[in-house]
T-cell receptor
Framework: QKEVEQNSGPLSVPEGAIASLNCTYS??????FFWYRQYSGKSPELIMS????GDKEDGRFTAQLNKASQYVSLLIRDSQPSDSATYLC??????????FGGGTRLMVKP | NAGVTQTPKFQVLKTGQSMTLQCAQD?????MYWYRQDPGMGLRLIYY???????DKGEVPNGYNVSRLNKREFSLRLESAAPSQTSVYFC???????????????FGPGTRLTVL
């Protein structure tokens, strides 16, 4: 079992809808969680970091963390075609190393 | 402020050749990292340097060596390239490795390496 699991997608949503991206992780002592966006042929770009249970909002993006369920999610409101990319979930383990999920490909259709 | 820079952007090697990938950051970060990204495998950590003067193995270190030349620069060397090392290589840096809110990693543009 991979340490960080994501559905590879593609997740297809219409423009203006809410996109919901999910990630589960296996290391119970993880304390730091990150969402990165990666456009095709480009490098990962940080969207959000979250460290405490609950929600964290930044513009159209909301990260949600539930440590008891070992679950972290990213909601994108009012999805735009420019949001079409692969979204990577990353979790920092006890050894201070990031483990990445395989990514979810999001397609926002006009 | 260029952030994290990498050279070269593209490279083609023959099996058995050696090369060094260069990475530099201008954010005064203490920690630096090398990852490889393969289709379907996500990003995997090769080596990292928590601070100047230290290096540690990551998930997939075999076939690679690293040097933390100074606080700004962290290089990755392939001594004898193999086709299995065909990948996209990303360098990243963070203010620190351990503490929350300082452990966010910022990535360079990547090096696309093909080994024939």
């Amino acid at each position: 079992q991979k340490e960080v699991e994501q559905n590879s997608g593609p997740l297809s949503v219409p423009e203006g809808a809410i996109a919901s991206l999910n990630c589960t992780y296996s290391d119970r002592v993880s304390q730091s969680f990150f969402w990165y966006r990666q456009y095709s042929g480009k490098s990962p770009e940080l969207i959000m970091s979250i460290y405490s249970n609950g929600d964290k909002e930044d513009g159209r993006f909301t990260a949600q963390l539930n440590k008891a369920s070992q679950y972290v999610s990213l909601l994108i409101r009012d999805s735009q075609p420019s949001d079409s990319a692969t979204y990577l979930c990353a979790v920092k383990n006890a050894g201070n190393m990031l483990t990445f999920g395989g990514g979810t490909r999001l397609m926002v259709k006009p | 402020n260029a952030g994290v820079t990498q050279t070269p952007k593209f490279q083609v090697l023959k099996t058995g050749q050696s090369m060094t990938l260069q990475c530099a950051q201008d954010m005064n970060h203490n920690s630096m990292y090398w990852y490889r990204q393969d289709p379907g495998m996500g990003l995997r950590l090769i080596y990292y340097s928590a601070s100047e003067g230290t290096t540690d193995k990551g998930e997939v270190p075999n076939g690679y060596n690293v040097s933390r030349l100074n606080k700004r620069e962290f290089s990755l060397r392939l001594e004898s390239a193999a086709p299995s090392q065909t990948s996209v290589y990303f360098c990243a840096s963070s203010e620190a490795a351990g503490a929350p809110n300082t452990d966010t990693q910022y990535f360079g543009p990547g090096t696309r390496l093909t080994v024939l």
